[in-house]
């Protein structure tokens, strides 16, 4: 996602909610070549000029122009039960 924001307290804000390793969805992308609707990828990092950097689930790495996502929540970890434990 290529936002060119110069605001150095706003990328920091777009780090500190888009940490590498967070999961989006794609709402939609205008690009040529755009990562279908409902794609999802993880943040790989945000550049200094503002732009997230995503590597999509399908294998392509996208920096589109304009598109719309959705942070997709951290899975729960489940804790196994002693009973639950089988040899």
Same mark, same amino acid.
């Given at each position: 996602?290529?936002m060119?924001?110069?605001?150095?307290?706003?990328?920091?804000?777009?780090?500190?909610?888009? !940490? %590498? +390793?967070?999961?989006?969805?794609?709402? *939609?992308?205008? /690009?040529?070549?755009?990562? !279908? %609707? +409902?794609?999802?990828?993880?943040?790989? *990092?945000?550049? /200094?000029?503002?732009?997230?950097?995503?590597?999509?689930?399908?294998?392509?790495?996208?920096?589109?122009?304009?598109?719309s996502?959705?942070?997709?929540?951290?899975?729960?970890?489940?804790?196994?039960?002693?009973?639950?434990?089988?040899?």
């Amino acid at each position: 996602m290529y936002m060119n924001y110069s605001n150095k307290d706003y990328i920091e804000h777009l780090r500190r909610k888009y !940490p %590498p +390793g967070t999961r989006l969805q794609l709402s *939609c992308m205008e /690009d040529e070549f755009p990562v !279908p %609707p +409902g794609s999802m990828g993880t943040v790989e *990092c945000i550049d /200094d000029a503002g732009q997230i950097h995503v590597d999509w689930d399908s294998g392509r790495s996208a920096y589109p122009g304009v598109d719309s996502f959705s942070r997709l929540p951290v899975p729960k970890k489940r804790t196994v039960m002693p009973d639950e434990l089988r040899f």
